[in-house]
């Protein structure tokens, strides 16, 4: 800021204000603000206009000089308004900042509002304060009657998550973002010189498939060379984009076909038994892709798999059984079958985990399930909350990214419903049958969720990077979520007397039938969601946090790495 404080030397305070980067967010009409000190003095009425410039543009920041309040002191809250005048009145202010140019204090006033004509809103500094300790109560009750008019719940589908009725304009990419994807998208194109695959035809061998990695296109996987050995498919379970679905295995699932006989060649000379015992026993359970409708023509499984913790400390299968009903129709493999028996046997347990990963672990659960939270935080949390200030960042986007993967991956005819076995009428089923049994204080708990897998404790699959990962990440989390909330709710009057939050876990709890968001795992009193203990708190949000960084990363960004070489994942 000290290019501006030369600029307007003659000034006592400088206003800046920052215009929204999205549709409709500039201004033609008449602006005024009203500057507080802190012994709530009012300044005089100021117009923010400069002679001969056309302020409060698109994504533009405007500076303003305010005069003759010299031994004003520090500013702690602005009022300000605009009318209904000129062409385009509509108006999206991001932030305004005030500054002593005596002093040099800055007054920081986050708004990130669509400002209503000859409304006066009044902002502190910050912008964080509790409900219960606002004096502008009436413009948060205002504010968030808006919100629920435009952030409705509906779902998509049948036992679909709840989402977006429609896409919220305050939701949608700002033009920077855009332009971003649209340059990227032109550097790829004018780099890659692409091949449409889908006009390829079939590959006869492993030399036409290789041909499609160039140094442009994609690089030649380093698991090209080790896709074939049961190592690399072991490591799958544990550093793959699909790795939390490993078990510590106490007994043998009773509809596995499977015997000790069977096993023996694997066990390294131990006894079953003494595998289970040393803790060295792994297994996989795709059941919930049983039965499951896919496209016409194509067909898919529904595996169990077993893994042993060997000598060497490897991850390794030593088991698969592709159906979940045991029979002598759905025989059990293992790595004495014939090698391509065996391989073919694995790359379809990887079909079945592909559809569980794109379905689930990624689209539904760090996706489509936050969506609905994040529906609910809009309807119910102030701006001006800590908790919304706390999870904002985290959210950024997500309803935009959402509504366009929709419309371009899993309508019909996009890119599942003609590359993926399952098609959406599958994926779409699945992912019905996902979120019946995803729960906030499991499933977005890693701690407890280790812990329900039998695997918490980390001298058990000792090279477990994903979960040995996933936990510094999710007690850094949990560790600074905490310390942040402790900052508001001193005592747990503070926190039930809080009547944002307390409707916000109303309604998250509140079954899809009723019209919430149906998350299960919300603490409940009398029926209903009620957060009573900060400690809960601290979990629902850490979870929150949580799944929409560390578990998206996890889920999306090893996309390509594991699916660019078909015979590793086999996912379509």
């Known amino acids: 800021m000290g290019n501006s404080v030369r600029r307007y030397l003659n000034s006592d305070f400088l206003v800046f204000v920052r215009t929204g980067d999205r549709k409709h967010a500039s201004t033609d009409a008449n602006v005024k603000i009203i500057l507080i000190n802190e012994d709530g003095e009012k300044s005089y009425e100021i117009v923010l206009d400069n002679i001969l410039r056309d302020d409060f543009k698109k994504g533009a920041s405007d500076t303003f000089s305010v005069r003759n309040l010299r031994d004003f002191g520090r500013v702690e809250k602005i009022e300000f308004w605009r009318d209904n005048a000129g062409v385009s009145p509509d108006w999206y202010v991001e932030k305004i900042m005030v500054e002593n140019v005596k002093t040099n204090e800055m007054s920081i006033f986050p708004v990130f509002r669509w400002i209503k004509a000859n409304y006066h809103y009044q902002i502190r500094h910050l912008d964080t304060i509790l409900p219960q300790d606002d004096e502008q109560v009436e413009q948060r009750k205002m504010e968030l009657e808006d919100k629920r008019k435009i952030y409705i719940a509906s779902q998509k589908g049948p036992g679909f998550p709840m989402m977006a009725e429609s896409l919220p304009t305050d939701e949608q990419f700002s033009f920077e973002y855009k332009w971003s994807i649209v340059r990227r998208k032109a550097q790829l194109i004018a780099t890659s010189k692409l091949v449409k695959l889908k006009e390829a035809g079939e590959w006869a061998s492993f030399v036409d498939l290789f041909k499609v990695y160039t140094r442009h296109v994609f690089s030649k996987p380093m698991s090209v060379q080790s896709w074939r050995n049961d190592l690399n498919f072991g490591l799958q379970r544990i550093t793959g984009c699909n790795p939390s679905f490993i078990k510590l295995c106490t007994k043998i699932p009773e509809n596995m076909g499977v015997d000790e006989e069977m096993l023996k060649p694997q066990l390294e000379d131990k006894t079953l038994e003494e595998v289970i015992a040393e803790k060295r026993l792994f297994y996989t359970d795709h059941k919930i892709m049983d039965g499951l409708k896919h496209r016409e023509d194509f067909d898919i499984c529904s595996p169990i798999a077993l893994f042993l913790l060997n000598n060497k400390g490897h991850l390794i299968p030593i088991a698969i059984q592709l159906q979940q009903q045991k029979?002598?129709?759905?025989?059990?493999?293992?790595?004495?079958?014939?090698?391509?028996?065996?391989?073919?046997?694995?790359?379809?347990?990887?079909?079945?985990?592909?559809?569980?990963?794109?379905?689930?672990?990624?689209?539904?659960?760090?996706?489509?399930?936050?969506?609905?939270?994040?529906?609910?935080?809009?309807?119910?949390?102030?701006?001006?909350?800590?908790?919304?200030?706390?999870?904002?960042?985290?959210?950024?986007?997500?309803?935009?990214?959402?509504?366009?993967?929709?419309?371009l991956l899993i309508s019909e005819g996009g890119w599942v419903d003609t590359t993926m076995n399952i098609g959406i009428v599958g994926m779409f089923e699945l992912i019905s049958r996902g979120v019946k049994e995803w729960r906030i204080d499991v499933d977005g708990c890693f701690p407890e969720f280790f812990k329900q897998q039998g695997l918490l404790d980390q001298t058990i699959l000792p090279n477990y990077p994903f979960r040995d990962d996933a936990l510094l990440y999710y007690y850094a989390i949990k560790d600074y979520v905490e310390s942040y909330v402790k900052l508001y709710y001193e005592t747990p009057e503070k926190l039930t007397g809080d009547w944002e939050i307390q409707n916000w876990a109303e309604e998250l709890a509140r079954s899809k039938e009723e019209g919430g968001i149906g998350i299960l795992g919300i603490p409940m009193k009398d029926g209903k969601g009620c957060i009573e203990a900060v400690k809960d708190l601290v979990l629902i949000l850490t979870s929150i946090i949580f799944t929409c960084s560390v578990g998206h990363a996890s889920s999306n960004f090893l996309n390509t790495m594991s699916t660019v070489f078909p015979p590793i994942i086999r996912p379509f």
């Open 327 to 407: 029979g002598p129709d759905n025989p059990v493999f293992t790595p004495t079958d014939p090698p391509c028996t065996w391989i073919r046997a694995k790359m379809w347990y990887n079909n079945a985990d592909a559809a569980i990963h794109q379905s689930l672990t990624h689209l539904a659960f760090t996706h489509l399930l936050m969506e609905g939270i994040v529906i609910s935080t809009q309807r119910n949390i102030s701006l001006s909350h800590p908790v919304f200030k706390l999870l904002a960042p985290h959210t950024l986007y997500l309803l935009a990214i959402n509504a366009r993967g929709l419309m």
